[in-house]
């Protein structure tokens, strides 16, 4: 349970300022008649997050930009991936994610990383045909490549997670390598003519585990879930 809770700092952590500044950027459009039929899209993947880590459904997790996304926007509560046919479900749950074919009907090209067009209609494609601007964010690894490539634009971030130990000890963080660029995309959005569809997928909180001494000040004291 330890590091269940950790996870959810972890991911706090990292998606408070994006979360704040998706807020914004939504709110800035609420009132343009030319978007209000096209709503702006931000789809965040975590990476390895149990779905009670976060408050809109754990009381005991502090995750309030999030939440107020949550509130906003759409929650799937009762919706499951089908996983794979091997030990491995990184790949194939991001594959049928991103395509919504089963793990019986994945794309023969869901491993293919050529830069080439993706055999079935996936989100980038269809978002991209609708008018919106789309944008990638995140982990490229364990994916389908190439409705990855096929956004408007994309940022891969390699690696497994957002931080590693330095050579005296201390950890360092790498949040800002994956916050910085969404905050500054949904900026640039707010003024653009165009919807937008965000796929914000950082590689965290996967292993290794680890947050900002203030964050978990925020839990001393709390009772943790059986």
Same mark, same amino acid.
């Given at each position: 349970? %330890?590091?269940t809770?950790?996870a959810a ?7 408070q300022?994006a979360?704040?500044a998706?807020e914004s950027?939504?709110s +800035? ?18 990476d390895?997050l149990?779905a009670?880590?976060i408050?809109?459904?754990?009381p ?8 107020r996304?949550?509130k906003?926007?759409?929650r799937f509560?009762?919706c499951?991936?089908a ?6 479900v /990184?790949?194939?749950?991001r594959?049928q994610?991103m395509?919504? /074919?089963?793990p019986f009907?994945l794309?023969?090209d869901?491993?293919a990383?050529d830069?080439?067009?993706p055999s ?18 995140g %982990?490229?690894?364990?994916t389908y490549y190439?409705a990855n ?5 994309? *940022?891969?971030i390699?690696? +497994? +997670?957002?931080?590693?130990p ?5 950890h360092?963080t790498r949040y800002?390598?994956f916050?910085?660029?969404?905050v ?13 569809? *965000?796929?914000y #997928?950082p590689? #965290?909180?996967?292993d290794p *585990?680890y947050?900002?001494?203030? /964050? *978990?000040?925020?839990?001393q004291?709390?009772?943790r879930?059986p």
């Amino acid at each position: 349970m %330890k590091n269940t809770l950790l996870a959810a700092i972890t991911l706090a952590a990292l998606a408070q300022t994006a979360a704040f500044a998706a807020e914004s950027a939504m709110s +800035s459009h609420s009132h343009d008649g030319v978007k209000a039929d096209k709503p702006n899209i931000i789809f965040i993947l975590a990476d390895d997050l149990r779905a009670d880590c976060i408050g809109s459904v754990n009381p005991l997790i502090h995750t309030p930009n999030i939440d107020r996304l949550a509130k906003r926007g759409v929650r799937f509560s009762n919706c499951y991936l089908a996983g794979a046919n091997g030990p491995g479900v /990184c790949q194939p749950s991001r594959t049928q994610i991103m395509s919504g /074919c089963s793990p019986f009907r994945l794309p023969v090209d869901n491993a293919a990383n050529d830069g080439g067009k993706p055999s079935v209609p996936v989100m980038s494609t269809v978002f991209r045909a609708a008018g919106y601007d789309t944008f990638y964010c995140g %982990k490229q690894g364990n994916t389908y490549y190439r409705a990855n490539t096929a956004f408007d634009r994309r *940022l891969f971030i390699n690696g +497994s +997670s957002g931080v590693r130990p330095d050579t005296d000890g201390k950890h360092v963080t790498r949040y800002r390598q994956f916050v910085d660029p969404v905050v500054a995309y949904l900026g640039e959005s707010a003024r653009a003519a165009k919807p937008f569809f *965000l796929f914000y #997928t950082p590689p #965290t909180p996967h292993d290794p *585990l680890y947050c900002e001494p203030d /964050c *978990l000040k925020l839990y001393q004291g709390n009772s943790r879930p059986p």
